[in-house]
């Protein structure tokens, strides 16, 4: 909800060949630990500086608002 949670620096540039589960645990390639949760939206990218995930936050926000969705 816009808040900053955590942040991670990048130890390697070295990009892991596994797939990426939204709403599952990738546990060495394998989809497990499935979510029943509803997601809105997902985010999978580079990494964002704090005003760029700010401006993403409420480029979401006014569209799910747009939609009538917003929470």
Not at 21 to 28: D, E, P, S, T, V
Not at 42 to 55: D, P, R, W
Request: with cysteine; net charge positive.
């Amino acid at each position: 909800n816009g808040v900053l949670v955590t942040t991670i620096s990048r130890v390697s540039s070295i990009v892991p060949s596994y797939n990426c589960y939204i709403g599952a645990r990738n546990n060495l390639g394998v989809a497990d630990s499935f979510s029943t949760r509803q997601i809105a939206m997902a985010f999978i990218g580079g990494v964002l500086t704090s005003t760029q995930h700010a401006q993403l936050y409420t480029i979401v926000q006014r569209y799910m608002t747009y939609l009538g969705a917003n929470v």
